[in-house]
């Protein structure tokens, strides 16, 4: 089985500055990583996921995330905020032995950007 | 607009009465979930399907049934409800053999008094 925990639960950050949302996981066996965002009263919308390859992954709307097999993290940035930016943000894994869709979700990264 | 649709968007119960919430999507997609958001908790699997005909439980399946007669559909039953179950709920699904993560539904807010 695997775990996620996201460090914080809440990240206030002030528009244009950068911003590091922390997920590290637990994994007895190799996982593909993904990064879900939750604008209010939506649903999830994929930002990126790492499959395999290169461990710095980009994804929509400037987002950046970077596997670190070593410290089972996969922390997503961005250089530069947008007041667009506020959102719940999700960390998510699923082992690469089990069938598509049986994903294990963190429990959520609210960030908050202020002029 | 292709996607997977969630009906209705808000719903209020009182506790005991059943009903069924509703998932489709358009995408062919084999794989259907359905989960639960609550504050805190992030998103736990309730059930889940790999294609019409099969279902499975999730995490946290006591108090709903699921079945998946066709592709395109997974309704989720709530059998008898309880204010433990005021929660938001989405469906998502994917393919079964590609790695493009899930698509989402826009979500249920159910309230059980």
Request: aromatic share 12%; charged share 15%; glycine share 8%.
């Amino acid at each position: 089985a695997q775990s996620v925990t996201q460090l914080d639960s809440q990240v206030p950050v002030f528009e244009e500055a950068p911003v590091e949302l922390r997920c590290n996981y637990s994994s007895s066996v190799s996982v593909y990583l993904f990064w879900y965002v939750q604008y209010p009263n939506q649903g999830l919308q994929l930002l990126l996921k790492y499959l395999s390859g290169s461990t710095l992954v980009k994804g929509i709307n400037g987002f950046e995330a970077e596997f670190n097999k070593s410290q089972t993290s996969f922390h997503l940035r961005k250089p530069s905020v947008h007041i667009s930016d506020t959102a719940e943000y999700f960390c998510a894994v699923r082992s690469t032995t089990d069938s598509w869709g049986k994903f294990q979700f963190g429990a959520g990264t609210q960030v908050v950007v202020t002029p | 607009n292709a996607g997977v649709t969630q009906t209705p968007k808000f719903q209020v119960l009182k506790t005991g009465q059943s009903m069924t919430l509703q998932c489709a999507q358009d995408m062919n997609h084999e794989y259907m979930s359905w989960y639960r958001q609550d504050p805190g908790m992030g998103l736990r699997l309730i059930h889940y399907s790999v294609g019409a005909g099969i279902t499975d439980q999730g995490e946290v399946p006591n108090g709903y049934n699921v079945s998946r007669s066709t592709t395109e559909d997974f309704p989720l039953r709530l059998l008898s409800a309880a204010p433990s179950q005021t929660s938001v709920y989405f469906c998502a699904s994917s393919y079964s053999s590609r790695p493009y993560g899930y698509t989402f539904g826009s979500g249920t807010r159910l309230t059980v008094v």
